[in-house]
């Protein structure tokens, strides 16, 4: 069963800039298809980028595109979410996630298995 720990978050001011790191722990990381998700004080859970296996499919959510990139290192066991041009509206807790069920989009928490304890990130205006 993998563990996935985040971290990189933080407080940062508006139109700063973060990279979110996901380390994989106790199985084949470099077999797995992604995801992150962010929740917000109040709100559920939604999701923000996804990652195929092998890092040759992407997918934003349209409120982070052209801002986040997600990557992964499969020699490190590692994911990225790279935030750039963050606004008040990016604070939340980010989760990384296994994906672990297919024929949807794999935008949906009900999609995704083995869930880190997730990392705060805080922009201030």
């Known amino acids: 069963q993998v563990q996935l720990v985040e971290s990189g978050g933080g407080l940062v001011q508006a139109g700063g800039s973060l990279r979110l790191s996901c380390a994989a722990s106790?199985?084949?990381?470099?077999?797995?298809?992604m995801g992150w998700f962010r929740q917000a004080p109040g709100k559920e859970r939604e999701f923000v980028s996804k990652?195929?296996?092998?890092?040759?499919?992407?997918d934003y959510a349209d409120s982070v595109k052209g801002r986040f990139t997600i990557s992964r290192d499969n020699a490190k066991n590692t994911m990225y979410l790279q935030m750039n041009s963050l606004t008040p509206e990016d604070t939340a807790v980010y989760f990384c996630a296994e994906r672990t069920a297919f024929g949807l989009r794999g935008i949906t928490e009900a999609e995704y298995s083995y869930w880190g304890q997730g990392t705060q990130v805080t922009v201030s205006s």
């Open positions: 106790g199985g084949t990381f470099s077999t797995y298809n």
């Open positions: 990652i195929t296996w092998s890092g040759g499919y992407t």
